[in-house]
């Protein structure tokens, strides 16, 4: 139970979504996660809590890459671009002052 009050506490930390689209979002991830247990129950007979765990865990890795702000990945390609910025700035800086 403490896993499921973390996993969206860290996707709002992350997201930075305000709590009434956190709460829209969680009813979604029930309704999923309600028919993903259904299924393995039904097919499997597989406990249904890891299976909890492991999709909440795979929507959090989700949402920590690919967070338009404090995302792993926009936080990398900004790295990037200001990079290749300073790079360009650094060689305009030698053609103007060298000749």
């Known amino acids: 139970m403490s896993a499921l009050i973390l996993h969206l506490q860290q996707q709002r930390d992350c997201g ?10 969680a009813v979604g991830f029930s309704i999923v996660s309600e028919f993903r247990r ?4 039904t097919t499997s007979g597989m406990p249904t809590g890891p299976w909890v765990i492991i999709t909440l ?8 890459t ?9 936080k ?15 060689i305009l800086k030698t053609i103007v002052f060298d000749f």
């Open 16 to 25: 930075r979504i305000n709590l009434k689209l956190l709460l829209v979002i």
């Open 38 to 41: 259904l299924y393995s129950y």
């Open 57 to 64: 865990s795979a929507i959090t890795l989700f949402s920590i």
């Open 66 to 74: 690919f967070a338009p702000k404090r995302g792993f990945l926009s």
């Open 76 to 90: 990398y390609l900004i790295r990037v671009r200001n990079e290749k910025k300073i790079n360009d700035e650094n």
